[in-house]
Structures are given as structure tokens and as C-alpha cells.
């Protein structure tokens, strides 16, 4: 079964630059989450989406940052203007489906990152 | 304000002897916890969990074992082997917006000499 897709691996970026990153989820899975992953910390969610709908997005910064997952499956992020504060690795994960009865169903895996590096 | 916390960055411990890494958390809301391994330039793997239920989950030389009362869960790796050195990272799962969502801590990087 073929894991999390994304691309691309790496990214540098002069400030006030727009990138994008895209994730392709393992397929059949429902839910999508996009996060964000700063040297020396600990993976932090962006945002979730379930099929095409956002479930939760409060932690985006959405006056730079914006996401969609059109038709449900692919997904991409985006960020415009970037700061020198966005360098980290963005990290796409995928699971079954949200809000099932075992955390068997609602495992996440995880995509090998895009790593982004503004200066 | 951290929800979730691994206190020693880093661990060094022989081959074949026992790796203990060690997580705290703060939220009572919390329902399951699972521990992440992620080696570098790959995406963290789900190793383990463990219901809030129960004080003991193991998948062979893995196991968690969770003290609710103290909010301390721990993750025992017996023996170790070379190849689980990697960086660690303790997660906690509580339902927000109809979903679980994972909060995770900043990891411990584990090294097993050979």
C-alpha cells in the first residue's frame, strides 16, 4: 500500500515569497491533516480537513496561510507572504476516518515532510 | 502552554539494554496516547498506544505504561537494538470538532550504542 505522498521534499524561499506545497493521501482515506514542525519541536497541526470540508483550522495563521482539498483527495498548503518564522518542516498525515469509536481507525501516517527554509 | 511534555531531549543507552522514555501531560481531557518514532527525513511512524483505560499496552519489545493519576506515561523498549535509535515523540489524543486530534510533545532523541 503506497504511503503519504508529498512534494516537494525541500524548498528555500526568500521572505515575502509565496510557496506551495501538495500531499497525496493514502487512498480511501478520508481525513487529511496539514502540520507544521519547527526544529527542536514536536509536530503541530495547521489544519484538518475530512473529505473536502475543514473540520478545524484555528491554529492557521490565515492571514498568510491557506489550504484546500479539492474533490476530497489531494490537498494543498500555501503560504503567501512567507517570514523568516515559517521555516520548518510541513508535515501531511492522513487516517481512515475521524471520529471513530478506536484510535486503530484514526491512526495517522504520515508523509516524509517538506522541508522549507526562508531567508 | 505545553499540554504535553518530554522532559530529556536526548538518551543514550547500550545495545541490548532497557530504554525508558519518559512523557508527562496536563490535560485530563486526554484519551489515548500514542508514541511516534521518526527517523531523519522521514515522517513520524505510529509505534504504540495506549487507552486511557488501562496502565499497560504491549507490542512486543514495546511497552507503555500509563499512571493517570500522576498524568506520566512511559515507553519501554527492551532490549534495545541499534536500529531504534531515532527521535521519539509522545502524543495524546482528545476529541475536538468531532475528531480526535494529537497534541505532541518535543520528542526525545534516542541513541543505543552498539
Known amino acids: 500500500e503506497a504511503g503519504v505522498a508529498q512534494s516537494p521534499r525541500y524548498k528555500i524561499i526568500e521572505k515575502r515569497q509565496s510557496v506551495a506545497f501538495w500531499c497525496n493521501p493514502i487512498?480511501?482515506?478520508?481525513?487529511l491533516y496539514w502540520y507544521q514542525q519547527i526544529l527542536g519541536q514536536g509536530p503541530k497541526l495547521l489544519i484538518q480537513?475530512?473529505?473536502?470540508?475543514?473540520?478545524?483550522d484555528s491554529q492557521l495563521p490565515k492571514d498568510r496561510f491557506s489550504a484546500e482539498r479539492l474533490k476530497g483527495v489531494d490537498s494543498t498548503l500555501k503560504i503567501q507572504p512567507a517570514k523568516l518564522e515559517d521555516s520548518a518542516v510541513y508535515l501531511c498525515?492522513?487516517?481512515?476516518?475521524?471520529?471513530?469509536?478506536?484510535?486503530?481507525?484514526?491512526?495517522?501516517?504520515f508523509g516524509p515532510g517538506t522541508r522549507l527554509t526562508v531567508l | 502552554d505545553q499540554q504535553v511534555k518530554q522532559n530529556s531531549p536526548s538518551l543514550s543507552v547500550q545495545e541490548g539494554r532497557i530504554s525508558i522514555l519518559n512523557c508527562d501531560y496536563t490535560?485530563?481531557?486526554?484519551?489515548?496516547f500514542l508514541w511516534y518514532k521518526k527517523y531523519p527525513a522521514e515522517g513520524p511512524t505510529f509505534l504504540i498506544s495506549i487507552s486511557s483505560i488501562k496502565d499497560k499496552n504491549e507490542d512486543g519489545r514495546f511497552t507503555v505504561f500509563l499512571n493517570k493519576s500522576a498524568k506520566h506515561l512511559s515507553l519501554h523498549i527492551v532490549p534495545s537494538q541499534p536500529g531504534d535509535s531515532a527521535v521519539y515523540f509522545c502524543?495524546?489524543?482528545?476529541?475536538?470538532?468531532?475528531?480526535?486530534?494529537?497534541?505532541f510533545g518535543k520528542g526525545t532523541k534516542l541513541s543505543v550504542i552498539p
Open positions: 487512498s480511501g482515506h478520508a481525513t
Open positions: 480537513f475530512q473529505n473536502n470540508g475543514v473540520v478545524d
Open positions: 498525515a492522513s487516517s481512515l476516518q475521524a471520529g471513530g469509536l478506536t484510535v486503530g481507525t484514526d491512526t495517522q501516517y
Open positions: 490535560n485530563s481531557m486526554f484519551d489515548y
Open positions: 502524543a495524546a489524543s482528545a476529541r475536538k470538532a468531532g475528531s480526535y486530534q494529537l497534541t
